[in-house]
Nanobody, 124 residues
């Protein structure tokens, strides 16, 4: 199985930017579609973005379209989430996840491999 570890979270001001990284190890990274999810206090975990194993197809939640960009570097076994124009409502723990399914729809059940999460806090 693949293991993933997130990094890059922290504190940002509204309108600012952060870049999250997701380092993978174990199985071949390019065999997995990758996704980012987030969970705010008192709320359910929600889909943020996903990227196909080759990087040619991406999918975003409406709430982050135009502000966040998901990417991956298979040579470095790493996926990224570039977050721009941050808003206080983006505050959450962000999780990286891997899916063996080709073209997952964003359901949590499609991603069996998860990291521990990284906190992102956006101040107004």
């Amino acid at each position: 199985q693949v293991q993933v570890v997130e990094s890059g979270g922290g504190l940002a001001q509204a309108g600012g930017s952060l870049r999250l990284s997701c380092a993978a190890s174990g199985r071949t990274f390019s065999n997995y579609d990758m996704g980012w999810f987030r969970q705010a206090p008192g709320k359910e975990r929600e889909f943020v973005a996903s990227i196909s194993r080759g990087g040619g197809r991406t999918n975003y939640a409406d709430s982050v379209k135009g502000r966040f960009t998901i990417s991956r570097d298979n040579a470095k076994n790493t996926a990224y989430l570039q977050m721009n124009s941050l808003r206080p409502e983006d505050t959450a723990v962000y999780y990286c996840a891997a899916s063996p399914i080709v073209g997952p729809t964003g359901r949590i059940s499609e991603f069996p491999y998860w990291g521990q999460g990284t906190q992102v806090t956006v101040s107004s």
